[in-house]
Structure formats: C-alpha cells, structure tokens
C-alpha cells in the first residue's frame, strides 16, 4: 500500500513503543516522518534504523509539556518537509499504579498531566497551525480504556486520559468543515515497554478486564491508526476509536 505518499506525518513519542510502531508503518506506505521524542539516544537510534530502511526521516528532541519545545519543533518539522500532513501524539507516561487517591501526590499528579494533557493540548495546537495552511490534517491523540472508564489506582493516568478524549471531540467539531479531522484512539493494555513498570496486580486487573485475555500489540495498534490518519478515513472526526479486545462498553 501507498496511501502517504507524499504526505509528512509528526509522531511524537516516535522512538520507541506505538509511536516507532506507528511512524514505521506510515514510512513504509510513502511517507516522510518527523520523530518527536524526549529520549535523545532512542530517537538517534530510530532515526539509523529508519534511514537504513530508506525512509525519510527527521528526529527531534521534543518536551510535550513546554510550549516553546513543541513550537519549535513543528516549526522545524514543517521547514524540514515542506508540510504537515498528519500529526499522531503517543507520548505519554502512566505514572503511579495501585495507589489511591489519599496516596497520590500532587507532583506526580501534574507531571502526568503536563505530558498527557498539556501535551496533547499543545501537539493539536501547533499541528493545526501547519495544517490550516493547506486545508487538510489528520491528527490522531492516543487516550486510553482507562480514560473511557478509569482504572482504580491510576487517578492521574485515567483522569488525563479522559481529558484527551475531551479534546478530541471538542477540537474535532471546531474543524469539522476544514479537511482537518482530529480524532482520538483508546487502547486497552498495549505490550509495551510503558507498561514495564506497571505494578503486576495492577497488569493483571486490566488483562482480567479484556475478554480476549491478551494484551493488544504495536503492530494491531499500528495498523488502525495508519487508517486512521490516511486520506480514507475522510468522513469521521471527533471520534474515539476502539482497540481493547472487547473491553469497551461505549
């Protein structure tokens, strides 16, 4: 298949986990990838193993959570490619598990928020202001199951990821007649390495919820977020898409 050719897509999160995942496959169907990451030498690494595929990529070290970085690097992004056709957010981090609310503390609280929300806030904004140019984008914000129904011992995690879902709904009316659509992904327990240090009681609750009784792979989760993203889905935003094995109830 060939559906991104000649298209640029940013995929923040983009060196390792969904976010690699999903930039490898949009690369191999044609298109041009900036890489937006915190982790300086997993986006070098993804940056050699891109280009030794013959993809075109870019990588850049990019905070979520601060305006300025964001800015900048969309900015540069879009002077590097001409253009930005789709931007999917996959950063994010999960943050205390199995830890109730009385237990939870603020610190922890806000630094999920500032990457999960702010993040997501500041992806879409910045993404918008290159895709306006053009009347045309598909941006695409991963939330999660447990924004959809929230996960005990996950307060920041399920409450950010709610907000995300809000924000998808509420910026995909705002652009609903521009050619950009703004549309959201809630998985269930993805095998990634996020999940490395997710608490084993915890894990086994949100499997235990999963009536395939699996984990979900990248390469499931890749492969509906490149159609997603791709010039196909043409008549859907606001909308929040399901890949949970069966857990979602709405």
């Not at 997501?120 to 306006?132: D, R």
């Not at 929230?150 to 920041?156: E, L, W």
């Not at 609750?205 to 390469?219: F, V």
């Amino acid at each position: 298949m060939e559906r991104f050719i000649n298209q640029v897509a940013v995929v923040s999160g983009g060196a390792d986990g969904l976010g690699k995942g999903i930039a490898n496959l949009i690369s191999s169907e044609g298109g041009s990838v900036a890489l937006f990451d915190i982790n300086e030498d997993l986006l070098a690494k993804a940056v050699s193993e891109f280009t030794k595929q013959g993809f075109k990529v870019a990588g850049f070290k990019v905070d979520v959570s601060k305006e300025d970085s964001v800015k900048s690097a969309m900015e540069k992004a879009e002077a590097t490619f001409g253009k930005i056709d789709v931007m999917i957010n996959c950063a994010g981090i999960v943050g205390p598990t199995s830890t109730k609310i009385t237990d939870y503390s603020v610190e922890d609280y806000d630094k999920i928020y500032e990457i999960n929300l702010r993040g997501s806030f500041l992806m879409t904004k910045y993404a918008i202001k290159a895709m306006e140019k053009h009347n045309y984008g598909r941006i695409l914000l991963l939330a999660s199951m447990a924004g959809k129904e929230g996960n005990p011992g996950m307060a920041g995690y399920s409450s950010t990821k709610a907000g995300v879902i809000g924000l998808v709904k509420c910026i995909g009316k705002e652009y609903a007649t521009t050619g950009i659509t703004v549309n959201g992904l809630a998985p269930a327990v993805i095998k990634t390495a996020m999940n490395d240090n997710t608490a084993p009681e915890q894990l086994a609750y949100m499997i235990a919820k999963i009536p395939m009784n699996r984990l979900g792979t990248i390469d499931e989760v890749a492969k509906l977020s490149a159609w997603i993203v791709s010039k196909e889905s043409s008549f859907t935003t606001g909308f929040i898409f399901d890949i949970s094995g069966g857990r979602a109830t709405y």
